[in-house]
């Protein structure tokens, strides 16, 4: 994910459109048969940590449950020790867990349970033989309220909205553009200051992947085979600005309203986008 202010978070920040544009990196078929297990291995994170969400649980449990998952498929996590950027500290979890009006970055804590009618964001990264999968999922704890269960379904369907247009010949605004018009349709509210990326070896690569249509160069990158993106919109009820609290990693909504974040790693083939974070 990329933001405008030049910080250097985990879900990497929106560039300003007047700096320069990287070139993307693409992929062999080998790499991303690499990219494809790594990918696995974060379904397979998401499946047990959906399968131990449930009232009374802490976030730090579900933190050390990611992390016994990650070795017994000899990945590690690709978030842990994540460089902070201006003098903060690195990220001190292996995934990341926002609850409620939490969007992105929230650290697992002893002292953060989960409570019926909450909804939490897990954004698991594996780092496996040299490459890395990233997929963020919004679970719901138990019973949770009308307004919470559309924030995610209509979350959810713009993240497929968008990975229906990653077809050959496109182009990176076509993504956004479905993902906006899905998400605005349903009178909610896209994120403008954190977006989708590229990620190959590293975590962020090129391009940026907004969820929204802006005068961005990245927007006009053509997709082409080889090309791994992660295609994550980040939803909110209220309004579209976010707050960074002073841990200097949680973002929540401004207004502190619901949000939900989903996200997978795809591949652009020749046969359709191919999402590599499945089971």
Not at 29 to 38: G, L, N, S, Y
Not at 77 to 84: D, E, Q, R, T, V
């Amino acid at each position: 994910m990329f933001k405008k202010s030049g910080r250097t978070p985990l879900r990497q920040p929106a560039q300003q459109a007047k700096q320069r544009q990287t070139p993307p990196i693409f992929k062999s078929p080998r790499e991303i048969q690499i990219m494809r297990e790594a990918g696995r291995i974060v379904a397979r994170v998401h499946a047990a940590l959906k399968q131990a969400i449930r009232p009374g649980v802490s976030t730090w449990e579900l933190d050390q449950l990611a992390l016994e998952m990650l070795q017994k498929y000899d990945a590690t996590s690709a978030f842990l020790n994540y460089p902070g950027g201006n003098n903060r500290k690195p990220f001190p979890a292996h995934i990341c867990a926002s609850i409620n009006e939490e969007l992105v970055h929230g650290i697992p804590s002893k002292h953060r349970i989960l409570h019926e009618g909450d909804i939490i964001s897990i954004d698991v990264g594996a780092r496996y033989r040299g490459f890395i999968g990233d997929s963020a999922w919004s679970y719901a704890v138990g019973s949770i309220s009308d307004k919470a269960a559309e924030l995610m379904r209509v979350t959810e369907e713009s993240l497929y909205a968008g990975i229906k247009q990653a077809l050959v010949g496109r182009r990176v605004v076509d993504i956004s553009r479905a993902v906006q018009r899905h998400v605005e349709n349903h009178g909610l509210h896209v994120v403008r200051e954190y977006t989708g990326h590229g990620v190959g070896r590293q975590m962020h690569e090129a391009p940026q992947v907004l969820n929204y249509v802006a005068n961005d160069p990245d927007g006009n990158v053509v997709l082409t085979p080889g090309l791994v993106l992660a295609i994550e919109p980040m939803v909110q009820r209220g309004t579209w600005e976010t707050h960074t609290l002073k841990d200097n990693w949680t973002v929540t909504s401004k207004d502190r309203s619901l949000t939900a974040h989903f996200e997978h790693t795809i591949a652009i083939t020749n046969n359709g986008p191919e999402i590599l974070t499945l089971p």
